[in-house]
């Protein structure tokens, strides 16, 4: 029997834990959701909830869609400097970064979402234990170890192909690409 709930845990067929918590570390239903959320007690990979606001998407017309006057271009060079600045801040401070993404998804449990995998559970952890004590934009920040380990498993495969119907309300991630010159 236990062969089997360790088999099944983390998906689907899991009656008990959220699989959409343990696969991308939100869950739309939030605290409200019928399942469990295992928060883990440590993890390489921190969640800052929250904490990017595209600027295109300030306006929201009638029929549901964006409209910015800012330029992609534009929008691309404030997010790649946005990107540099918390990368380069985080790894100065709090050890050796792996990966970071950053969500661009609408819906209230991804929206503005910054996941950082750190080479280390120890970096991790000193990183969420200070920036819940500080501010970015006139807000605080809200940051916690997440259970995400593999994010190609929690990205939306239909985004990066460019088929995705659900759009910005997609409960999987679209993540914010940084321009070739920066990476």
Known sequence: MAEYLASIFGTEKDKVNCSFYFKIGACR????????????????????????????????????????????EDAQKHFDHYYEDIFVELEEKY????????????????????YVKFRSEEHASAAVNSLNNRWFNGNPIFAELSPVTDFREACCRQYEMGECTRGGFCNFMHLKPISRSLR
């Open 29 to 72: 239903h939030g605290e409200r959701c019928s399942r469990l959320h295992n928060k883990p007690t440590f993890s390489q990979t921190i969640v800052m909830q929250n904490i990017f606001q595209n600027p295109q998407h300030t306006v929201q017309l009638a029929d549901g869609s964006y409209k910015s006057n800012m330029s992609d």
């Open 95 to 114: 050890g050796e970064i792996e990966e970071m993404n950053v969500c661009d998804n609408l819906g209230d449990h991804l929206v503005g979402n910054v």
